[in-house]
């Protein structure tokens, strides 16, 4: 896939006047995300998504580099997040439409800290909830989930027994469990130790929730 002519044109006079600005030390940080910005995303069309999305389709090996283009989007993104005065790059890659979505999996008994945590994380993919170990087990039965959030003391099955459960059937999935609970005892963090498992306490700043999820699905 290449760049049309006039693409191409807009791209190579993007380069030349940023290495202008260069050579005269002139460029600011504002100029350069805005070479950046324009440069990485300028064949982020509609043919662009139909190219990507055919090959997907049609070709599974082409997927994981489908979900490294998506995940490079979401780098930038991230960087510009926490600077506030490059708002408006943000918003013009934020406006482009998504070529892979990870899904995303938040097991809690209790349902508005579910709903919560999920609303936390719809940036990072597409959440689902599930109320208990077993409803999770049935749901990852049926989906990729590149991130799972559970609670540990939940009825029905427990989170540690969710895990378990899951991992003897999807051994891969041994690393992509992300504990989150309010009771952490000596046994428990010896089982997580155990286990190479990651886990938050709750309450835990959203930031760390964020980044914690972002580990996994990048």
């Given at each position: 896939?290449?760049?049309?002519?006039?693409?191409?044109?807009?791209?190579d006079?993007?380069?030349?006047?940023?290495?202008?600005?260069?050579?005269?030390?002139s460029?600011?940080?504002?100029?350069?995300?805005?070479?950046?910005?324009?440069?990485?995303?300028?064949?982020?069309?509609?043919?662009?998504?139909?190219?990507v999305?055919?090959?997907?389709?049609n070709?599974?090996?082409?997927?994981?580099?489908?979900?490294?283009?998506?995940?490079?989007?979401?780098?930038?993104?991230?960087?510009?997040?926490?600077?506030?005065?490059?708002?408006?790059?943000l918003?013009?890659?934020?406006?482009?439409?998504?070529?892979?979505?990870?899904?995303?999996?938040?097991?809690?008994?209790?349902?508005?800290?579910?709903g919560?945590?999920?609303?936390?994380?719809?940036?990072?993919?597409?959440?689902?909830?599930?109320?208990?170990?077993?409803?999770?087990l049935?749901?990852i039965?049926?989906?990729?989930?590149?991130?799972?959030?559970?609670?540990v003391?939940?009825?029905?099955?427990?989170?540690?027994?969710?895990?378990?459960?899951?991992?003897?059937?999807?051994?891969?999935?041994?690393?992509?469990?992300?504990?989150f609970?309010?009771a952490?005892?000596?046994?428990?963090i010896?089982?997580?130790?155990?286990?190479?498992?990651?886990?938050?306490?709750?309450?835990?700043?959203?930031?760390?929730?964020?980044?914690?999820?972002?580990?996994?699905?990048?």
């Open positions: 896939m290449e760049l049309n002519s006039a693409t191409k044109q807009k791209v006079d993007y380069f030349l006047l940023c290495e202008k600005r260069i050579e005269a030390n460029l600011t940080k504002e100029q350069m995300v805005d070479f950046v910005v324009s440069t990485e995303f300028s064949e982020w069309n509609d043919m662009f998504l139909y190219v999305n055919t090959l997907k389709r070709y599974r090996e082409f997927i994981p580099a489908a979900v490294n283009i998506q995940q490079h989007k979401r780098y930038v993104e991230r960087f510009l997040e926490d600077r506030p005065e490059f708002s408006r790059f918003k013009r890659i934020q406006s482009l439409l998504m070529v892979w979505q990870e899904k995303i999996l938040v097991v809690d008994d209790d349902n508005m800290l579910a919560l945590v999920a609303a936390i994380l719809e940036d990072e993919g597409a959440v689902e909830t599930a109320a208990n170990g077993d409803e999770g049935k749901k039965g049926g989906k990729y989930f590149a991130a799972i959030v559970t609670d003391d939940m009825p029905i099955m427990d989170g540690i027994e969710f895990y378990k459960k899951a991992v003897e059937i999807y051994p891969n999935m041994k690393d992509r469990f992300l504990f609970t309010s952490v005892g000596e046994k428990r010896a089982f997580f130790n155990k286990n190479n498992l990651k886990y938050l306490t709750k309450p835990s700043p959203i930031d760390d929730i964020k980044r914690a999820v972002f580990e996994y699905v990048q």
